[in-house]
């Protein structure tokens, strides 16, 4: 069973404050705070079959999600490779995002995930290439736990409950986004599907001060991110 540990207002309040963004101190005013010590590499209870229910990684597992960034389309697609990295001294799994703006690859993510023992999906960090006219020209939010006093977090909790929050990415001044359950087994349907179980959370950047909306279907994983819709799943 996740702990968890009570968030009073006024010490979120004090951190938002100071990280920026009153959207992100407004969501996390009130939550309790799922306990992330699941995901500490000492540990050492990991493993590379991720079943959680509302973020599965199967190798091979690709998913496709498509809308609009303002004016222009965009698409993200997200599959799950049959590689591994060992990050913090874990062996993760690689999970690669793909992200193209009205048809111009802008960039590819390995995001490095592994399961922890309660059932927790870790976020152990990210590689990033940004892309502009087919050339790199830049890495912008990548980091690794284990370097530089980084930490994983979790990308989803073994149990979702509403009004919880957890902390994703723990890289101080480059990614420290969290997220909060905002609902819990509620039917949903994009392009791809109605799926009679899903998760909403609200993803919190303290850095940047917003506040984004995204759901996870059971057995599926993210159906929406954004702005962006599921379209197709092959698991």
Not at 188 to 194: D, I, S
Request: proline share 4%.
């Amino acid at each position: 069973m996740i702990r968890t540990l009570v968030i009073t207002v006024f010490l979120v309040a004090g951190v938002a404050a100071a990280c920026g963004g009153n959207q992100a101190q407004v969501a996390l005013e009130g939550t309790s705070e799922v306990n992330i010590d699941v995901c500490d590499p000492a540990t050492g209870a990991f493993t590379l079959d991720i079943t959680n229910a509302y973020l599965p990684y199967a190798v091979g597992q690709r998913a496709v999600l498509e809308g609009m960034d303002g004016s222009r389309s965009a698409r993200v697609q997200i599959t799950v490779l049959d590689e591994t990295e060992e990050v913090a001294g874990i062996v993760t799994r690689v999970v690669e995002e793909r992200e193209w703006i009205a048809d111009e690859l802008v960039e590819v993510s390995r995001n490095f995930v592994a399961q922890a023992a309660d059932g927790s999906v870790c976020y152990f960090g990210e590689d990033v290439d940004d892309y502009r006219n087919g050339e790199v020209t830049g890495h912008g939010g990548a980091w690794r736990a284990g370097e530089n006093g980084h930490r994983p977090g979790i990308l989803m909790p073994a149990s979702p409950v509403v009004g919880t929050s957890f902390q994703q990415e723990i890289a101080k001044g480059i990614a420290e986004d969290a997220a909060v359950i905002k609902e819990v087994g509620v039917p949903f349907t994009v392009p791809a599907g109605t799926y009679d179980d899903t998760v909403a959370t609200e993803d919190v950047d303290p850095i940047g001060g917003g506040v984004d909306p995204k759901r996870y279907a059971r057995g599926v994983g993210l159906i929406v991110d954004e702005s962006l819709v599921l379209t197709s799943f092959t698991g």
